[in-house]
């Protein structure tokens, strides 16, 4: 286990550990034994209310759905990295310590890297979502990852580049495009910019660094260069900030894009990603089948097939734009 001052592995340490684990893992076919509770962690990098009520309305719902009720024969603990100065391996490694059957990772590559610090044979249910977990050799490939990690990927970067378009069918007279990002978003603002100079838009960018960010000065210094609509990228360290992040593009009157609905919901203009309830509901039918004794390695990786658009009208109001009838159309919940 690690100590709470481990220092992170390598990423070719971690590939050296996956090695030999497709054989190692418990039998989890023990988990239909009778009046047995099977144990399930989830290691999410942030909190917000939003997020921690959509996991009970989503992932835990769909467990329930498919055989497993909590209090009944299920278990699930819920941790949030951002909530523990210690960062997220002290908490993997405590939700290992606690005898969990299965961990589930929600996020960035840091919360696979804890978890795979924290087990080299745990069966592990991902839904990567700022990394290539293909490229970063956690797994083989969609089709047969090995190993003992299977999940979900959703590929950023196309959303990014999709982001930018739909801002220009919004607003097809502004042409002047701010985006926040920071290294976490870096893939996906290399496709947001090389999709913003196709369609010959001006481009301002503001990279963000040294963590915990000052959205106040970073907004005062994307305004002087006078943008007329501005990208927030995803990264898990914007996630805990969404209502001032929406309340800044509010103030200074920016049409702004988003990937998360719960941005909209929280008084941002627009979203477009994958629906995130399908994503938890898909990773809810991993963890079922491996508890049912199914390993990781016979499950194909999938890709989100679901995407969302939310559309803030209120907000629209506020800045003073007006949404295309077309956008309304298309969008598949509008606040008033």
Aim: glycine share 6%; charged share 20%.
């Amino acid at each position: 286990m690690l100590s709470h001052g481990a220092p992170h592995l390598e990423r070719r340490e971690f590939i050296t550990l996956l090695g030999g684990a497709a054989a190692a893992w418990p039998l989890a076919a023990r988990a239909q034994q009778a009046n047995r509770i099977v144990r399930v962690g989830v290691l999410a990098p942030s909190f917000t209310p939003f997020n921690a009520t959509s996991y009970q309305q989503d992932f835990v719902s769909e467990l329930r759905q498919l055989g497993f009720s909590e209090g009944q024969n299920l278990s699930v603990d819920l941790r949030w990295a951002s909530q523990d100065a210690r960062g997220p391996f002290p908490v993997a490694a405590e939700l290992i310590r606690s005898k969990v059957d299965l961990i589930v990772v929600d996020g960035p590559e840091i919360v696979l890297q804890a978890a795979i610090a924290a087990s080299r044979t745990i069966p592990i249910v991902m839904l990567a979502t700022n990394y290539d977990p293909i490229e970063r050799g956690y797994v083989n490939s969609l089709a047969r990852p090995g190993g003992n990690i299977t999940g979900v990927f959703l590929r950023q970067p196309e959303l990014a580049a999709k982001q930018v378009e739909l801002l220009t069918q919004a607003f097809p007279d502004k042409t002047r495009l701010a985006i926040l990002w920071d290294t976490g978003s870096a893939d996906q603002f290399s496709a947001a910019q090389r999709t913003a100079r196709s369609l010959g838009l001006e481009l301002r960018t503001l990279r963000l660094e040294n963590p915990p960010y000052d959205f106040d000065a970073a907004f005062q210094t994307l305004v002087k260069d006078g943008p007329q609509v501005l990208l927030v990228l995803s990264s898990p360290l914007f996630t805990p900030h969404q209502p001032r992040i929406a309340e800044l593009a509010i103030q200074h009157r920016l049409a702004t894009m988003f990937i998360f609905k719960s941005y909209v919901v929280a008084g941002g203009l627009m979203s477009y990603g994958a629906d995130n309830t399908a994503m938890r509901r898909l990773a809810a039918g991993y963890v079922a089948k491996i508890l049912q004794g199914t390993k990781p390695a016979d499950l194909p990786i999938q890709l989100p097939t679901k995407f969302e658009m939310a559309v803030n009208l209120k907000t629209a109001r506020a800045i003073g734009v007006t949404i295309p009838t077309a956008i309304l159309l298309r969008a598949d919940e509008v606040i008033e």
